[in-house]
């Protein structure tokens, strides 16, 4: 499992860790394994890792008063997930967090963490790099989300993370995308033309 973490930090490094420097990373690590279904997260409690997802594929979402669930993140392979604010200020989550796959995961505390950051310059560096890619990532995403239309949004998902649309069902795509399941289907159905 930590070969694909080592890859990961040797990918947004841009250096080639010491396998001393990847041992005192990896030690700070926690390897689970979580069933399909199983919550990593549930509303109300306070997040108490990071996760990087191994293998597998996750969901992060609200319940809204109605019931109706709002996906803020589709994740699998290589990407992190957690709910920062709850992470950093011990407060509870307003977020689930799921397997929507039987799904393996390295898991860091808070403390590792904070210890990572003052005693390993490149997890600061890996940190940074993923930091930003995320925030553009998130630009993109809330530019979507109010100026493209629901075709466009899939059509967009489609080219970017294709891999998505195999490893979610048709409803867990529509609520990522804020749209019914019905109107997803008629997209298919046009683009296939």
């Known amino acids: 499992m930590q070969e694909a973490l080592r890859d990961y930090i040797d990918k947004y490094a841009s250096v080639t860790l010491s396998d001393d420097e990847f041992e005192r990373i990896r030690d700070k690590f926690t390897s689970k394994h979580f069933r399909k279904n ?4 549930q509303e109300g409690d306070v997040c108490k ?5 191994v293998k597998g594929a996750l969901r992060q979402y609200t319940v809204d008063k109605k019931g109706i ?10 990407w992190w997930v957690g709910d ?6 011990l407060s509870p989550s307003i977020y689930n967090i799921d397997a929507v796959e039987d799904t393996d995961v390295l898991l860091l505390t808070k403390a590792n963490f ?13 940190l940074s ?5 995320n925030q553009i990532a998130t630009q993109k995403r809330i530019n979507s989300a109010i100026s493209l239309s629901a075709e466009e949004r899939y059509l967009n ?5 294709p891999a998505l ?5 048709q409803n867990m795509i529509a609520s990522f995308l804020g749209v019914s399941p019905e109107t997803i289907s008629r997209i298919r159905k046009k683009v296939q033309l």
């Open 69 to 78: 669930e709002h996906i803020v993140n589709l994740c699998t392979e290589n």
């Open 49 to 53: 890792y990071s996760i990087f997802i």
């Open 38 to 41: 199983q919550f990593l997260l």
């Open 129 to 133: 790099t993923m930091d930003y890619n």
């Open 165 to 169: 649309l195999q490893r979610f069902p």
């Open 84 to 89: 920062r604010e709850s992470f950093t200020m």
């Open 157 to 161: 998902l489609l080219a970017n993370n």
């Open 114 to 126: 904070q210890e990572l950051m003052s005693t390993e310059p490149v997890f600061v560096t890996v």
